[in-house]
C-alpha cells in the first residue's frame, strides 16, 4: 500500500525492500518487527501502517478525493485489521501449527480470522469506494491482490471489489510493487 502511494503520489520517499519471512533485525526500527515502517529525515520512524499511509497522504499535500479523516478513518482502520487477520490465519497455516492440548476457546484462530476477513470483505462489497488512487481504494486493492498472490480465501464474487483490484491491479505502481508468490513455488 505504502509502496504503491508513494509511486502514485511520486513522493520523495526512498524504498527498501523486505524478505520475508523478515529479518529481525527491523525490530530495531519498529517494535512490531514488520514492515512498513517510513523513516523521516529527522529520524524518526513512523508505523503501523495506519499511521504511514495517513503521513504519506499528507506529504502528497492532503488530496481531498484521497482520504478523508473523519469520513474514512474507521473503514481504513478496518482493512487493516482485516489484513492482520489474514497474515495471522496463514502464517499459521504455514507454520503447520495445530493444537497442542484442549482447546479452551472452541475455534480454530485460523478459521476464525478467516471468517474475520470475510466479514469484513462483505461490509467493503456493501460500500465499496471507487477505484481511484485514494487510501481506501488501495488498501482494499492491496489486501485482495496479496490474497491472490499468497494463497489467501477466494473473494471475487464480491464483484465491486473486483472491479476495484481489477482496475488499480494493471496501473505500474501496482505492477511494480506486486508481492512475490508465497509459500516459494506456490
Ligand atoms: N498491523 C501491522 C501489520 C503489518 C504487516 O502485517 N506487515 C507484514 C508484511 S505485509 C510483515 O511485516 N510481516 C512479517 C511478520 O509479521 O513477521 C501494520 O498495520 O503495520
Redo the contacts with the bound molecule.
Keep these: 500500500m505504502a509502496r504503491v502511494l508513494v509511486r502514485e503520489w511520486d513522493l520523495p520517499v526512498e524504498e527498501e525492500e ?1 524478505t ?3 529479518d529481525p533485525a ?1 525490530f530495531d526500527n519498529n517494535p ?5 515502517a517510513l523513516i523521516l529525515p529527522d529520524g524518526r520512524t513512523l ?4 499511521i ?1 499511509l495517513e503521513h504519506l497522504w499528507r506529504m502528497a499535500g492532503e488530496p481531498a478525493d484521497a482520504y478523508v479523516p473523519d469520513r474514512d478513518r474507521q473503514r481504513l482502520l478496518t482493512i ?1 485489521q482485516a ?2 487477520a489474514l ?1 495471522a490465519a496463514l ?1 499459521q497455516n504455514w507454520t503447520g501449527l495445530r493444537p497442542v492440548a484442549d482447546n479452551l476457546i472452541g475455534y480454530d484462530p485460523a478459521e476464525r480470522n478467516l471468517a474475520r476477513l470475510a466479514r469484513v470483505l462483505d461490509w467493503l462489497e456493501s460500500d465499496c469506494p471507487e477505484p481511484g488512487i485514494a487510501l481506501n481504494s488501495v488498501a482494499i486493492a492491496a489486501l485482495l491482490l ?1 490474497c491472490d498472490a499468497r494463497g489467501g480465501p477466494a473473494w471475487r464474487n464480491r464483484v465491486r471489489l473486483a472491479d476495484l483490484a481489477d482496475g488499480l491491479s494493471v496501473r505500474p505502481a501496482f505492477r511494480a510493487t506486486a508481492p512475490q508468490p508465497w509459500p516459494p513455488g506456490a
Design positions: 523486505q520475508f519471512p523478515p527491523l512490531l518487527g514488520q514492515v512498513p508505523f503501523p501502517t495506519l504511514v487493516l489484513c492482520d497474515v502464517y496479496w
